[in-house]
């Protein structure tokens, strides 16, 4: 009879080896996913000329996927807990596939908007399962190289976004920034089904979970009535009846749902326990305030460089390249240290990262140039993104039972897409509110002098968003001193796979 101590060094690269075909199965899947939310961008001129959108509806494009991903994602990373997180990453996957399919198809505008809405939904049931994934399957020392890499793929996809948007736009049609998911989603499907194994979540007792319906209900239909409310000031002012409206549904429905989850259901959509860890509600305020600044600075920046320096959409699109790769640059230096120093400093440097970067991104002008610019703030701001989703997701996941693996992954991902919905906002009406009231004050100014007082509101308001960007990093940094730190997890040896309950914290 064999030792079986001698037959586990056979099967170690086996393992390894399947280990990374999972990662790797996770990481494409969350690419895709990123990838959408800024690939439209560069494409919406081509997208609004073709299909005959209004300038106001014009942003539904981004906004109809915004809001159902939102909307729909703490529902999405319950649903991987109790179905399965081999069987949602499928549906999601599919349906993200599918809705992709039927928009690059669209004839009108009406088609196209359902189309990116479908995809909203299909994002939000499969990014989730991609983190559960990542924390069922890796623990030990190779969690955080396993998040790293996760980190990096997820960063870089906002950045990757813009510079394939413009490639695709300017060679061959915008149709092409939804088709390019055809071939990823079957790709995907295939490894899927090759190397992905199902794991159902269960409660401490053993039963099954079950899926909470009135919670679901109340927190969707919140989320999506906030996130609404938000991206629909660009048309309709904060004070506005239709705003007021929106956000008064959604705060009688968020209300309503921790009344619900802290008093009824006995097995809760979000057990409100999971925030009594300072890792899980620190890791998440961080992630909400740093989400509402980098979200902003991608859609920001792909202005300035096509509306306020001429760049065409290909030349915009690869302007984003460097930065695309300080992302994940950052990301696996933040998974290198995260094991010797924990998630606190590494949030600290990013955040201080971030502050420096945007203050500096805001001395833009009118007649400025990329390399004196662009090139540096830009890249300093990428590499703090990349140090900082590593230690997130880790913090945010630290301490959580295995069951509850998707949930506290959908959480998180909830908070940063939340975040940037309302900083972008935000920001947004600040950026116009200060170009208008330039262009008020200019409206005298002869014939040949508008172009110029155009360009130069523009290049104002631009500068005034990445200044209250740089503030809202720098209240990050504040946050960041709720996360504890957190040490090296325990060797896989000592605790079983997927448990990461044997993370340490301190003060």
Same mark, same amino acid.
């Given at each position: 009879?064999?030792?079986?101590? #001698?037959?586990?060094?056979?099967?170690?690269?086996?393992?390894?080896?399947?280990?990374?075909?999972?990662?790797?199965?996770? &990481?494409?899947? #969350?690419?895709?996913?990123?990838?959408?939310?800024?690939?439209?961008?560069?494409?919406?001129?081509?997208?609004?000329?073709?299909?005959?959108?209004?300038?106001?509806?014009?942003?539904?494009?981004?906004? @109809?996927?915004?809001?159902?991903?939102?909307?729909?994602?703490?529902?999405?990373?319950?649903?991987?807990?109790?179905?399965?997180?081999?069987?949602?990453?499928?549906?999601?996957?599919?349906?993200?596939?599918?809705?992709?399919?039927?928009?690059?198809?669209? #004839?009108?505008?009406?088609?196209?908007?359902?189309?990116?809405?479908?995809?909203?939904? *299909?994002?939000?049931?499969?990014?989730?399962?991609?983190?559960?994934?990542?924390?069922?399957?890796?623990?030990?020392?190779?969690?955080?190289?396993?998040?790293?890499?996760?980190?990096?793929?997820?960063?870089?996809?906002?950045?990757?976004?813009?510079?394939?948007?413009?490639?695709?736009?300017?060679?061959?049609?915008?149709?092409?920034?939804?088709?390019?998911?055809?071939?990823?989603?079957?790709?995907?499907?295939?490894?899927?089904?090759?190397?992905?194994?199902?794991?159902?979540?269960?409660?401490?007792?053993?039963?099954?979970?079950?899926?909470?319906?009135?919670?679901?209900?109340?927190?969707?239909?919140?989320?999506?009535?906030?996130?609404?409310?938000?991206?629909?000031?660009?048309?309709?002012?904060?004070?506005?009846?239709?705003?007021?409206?929106?956000?008064?549904?959604?705060?009688?429905?968020?209300? *309503?749902?921790?009344?619900?989850?802290?008093?009824?259901?006995?097995?809760?959509?979000?057990?409100?326990?999971?925030?009594?860890?300072?890792?899980?509600?620190?890791?998440?305020?961080?992630?909400?305030?740093?989400?509402?600044?980098?979200?902003?600075?991608?859609?920001?920046?792909?202005?300035?460089?096509?509306?306020?320096?001429?760049?065409?959409?290909?030349?915009?699109?690869?302007?984003?390249?460097?930065?695309?790769?300080?992302?994940?640059? *950052?990301?696996?230096?933040?998974?290198?240290?995260?094991?010797?120093?924990?998630?606190?400093?590494?949030?600290?440097? *990013?955040?201080?990262? @971030?502050?420096?970067?945007?203050?500096?991104?805001?001395?833009?002008?009118?007649?400025?140039?990329?390399?004196?610019?662009?090139?540096?703030?830009? &890249?300093?701001?990428?590499?703090?993104?990349?140090?900082?989703?590593?230690?997130?997701?880790?913090?945010?996941?630290?301490?959580?039972?295995?069951?509850?693996?998707?949930?506290?992954?959908?959480?998180?991902?909830?908070?940063?897409?939340?975040?940037?919905?309302?900083?972008?906002?935000?920001?947004?009406?600040?950026?116009?509110?200060?170009?208008?009231?330039?262009?008020?004050?200019?409206?005298?100014?002869?014939?040949?002098?508008?172009?110029?007082?155009?360009?130069?509101?523009?290049?104002?308001?631009?500068?005034?968003?990445?200044?209250?960007?740089?503030?809202? &990093?720098?209240?990050?940094?504040?946050?960041?001193?709720?996360?504890?730190?957190?040490?090296?997890?325990?060797?896989?040896?000592?605790?079983?796979?997927?448990?990461?309950?044997?993370?340490?914290?301190?003060?």
């Amino acid at each position: 009879m064999r030792d079986p101590q #001698q037959t586990a060094p056979s099967n170690a690269p086996a393992r390894r080896s399947h280990d990374g075909m999972v990662l790797a199965i996770a &990481c494409l899947a #969350q690419f895709m996913v990123v990838l959408d939310v800024s690939i439209v961008n560069v494409a919406l001129p081509s997208i609004g000329r073709d299909l005959h959108y209004s300038a106001s509806g014009l942003q539904w494009v981004v906004n @109809a996927y915004v809001l159902t991903f939102a909307g729909f994602l703490l529902l999405g990373g319950r649903a991987a807990d109790i179905f399965g997180r081999r069987r949602v990453y499928m549906a999601g996957l599919w349906l993200f596939s599918a809705a992709s399919l039927a928009g690059g198809f669209a #004839q009108d505008s009406t088609w196209l908007t359902i189309a990116r809405a479908a995809q909203g939904v *299909g994002g939000a049931i499969l990014s989730p399962a991609t983190l559960t994934i990542i924390v069922t399957t890796f623990s030990g020392k190779h969690l955080p190289r396993a998040l790293g890499i996760w980190s990096a793929v997820a960063g870089a996809g906002g950045a990757a976004g813009s510079i394939l948007g413009g490639v695709l736009t300017a060679e061959l049609s915008w149709r092409w920034v939804l088709f390019v998911n055809i071939p990823v989603g079957v790709v995907a499907t295939v490894a899927a089904l090759g190397y992905l194994t199902e794991a159902k979540g269960h409660n401490p007792d053993g039963t099954r979970p079950k899926l909470d319906v009135i919670g679901a209900i109340a927190v969707t239909g919140g989320l999506s009535a906030l996130v609404y409310a938000i991206v629909g000031t660009s048309t309709h002012p904060w004070a506005s009846g239709q705003t007021l409206a929106f956000l008064a549904v959604a705060l009688v429905a968020l209300v *309503g749902f921790v009344v619900y989850e802290a008093r009824f259901p006995t097995n809760p959509l979000v057990p409100l326990r999971l925030f009594r860890s300072r890792s899980v509600w620190g890791a998440n305020l961080v992630m909400f305030l740093v989400g509402a600044a980098f979200f902003a600075m991608w859609y920001f920046l792909s202005l300035y460089l096509q509306d306020v320096l001429g760049y065409g959409a290909l030349r915009a699109g690869m302007a984003f390249l460097p930065m695309a790769v300080t992302i994940i640059v *950052g990301a696996q230096t933040s998974s290198r240290l995260l094991p010797r120093i924990g998630a606190r400093p590494l949030l600290l440097a *990013g955040t201080v990262a @971030a502050t420096a970067g945007f203050f500096w991104l805001s001395e833009i002008t009118v007649h400025g140039a990329y390399w004196a610019h662009v090139f540096g703030p830009g &890249c300093i701001i990428s590499l703090a993104l990349g140090l900082l989703f590593t230690p997130l997701a880790s913090a945010a996941t630290a301490g959580v039972a295995r069951h509850e693996a998707g949930l506290a992954s959908g959480v998180l991902n909830t908070s940063r897409q939340v975040g940037g919905s309302l900083g972008l906002a935000v920001l947004a009406t600040i950026a116009t509110d200060r170009t208008n009231s330039l262009l008020h004050a200019k409206a005298s100014a002869s014939a040949s002098g508008v172009s110029r007082a155009v360009l130069a509101a523009t290049d104002s308001g631009f500068v005034r968003a990445f200044e209250v960007a740089a503030f809202v &990093c720098a209240a990050g940094f504040v946050a960041a001193f709720v996360v504890p730190k957190l040490r090296s997890p325990a060797p896989a040896a000592e605790r079983p796979p997927g448990d990461l309950r044997s993370f340490s914290t301190s003060s």
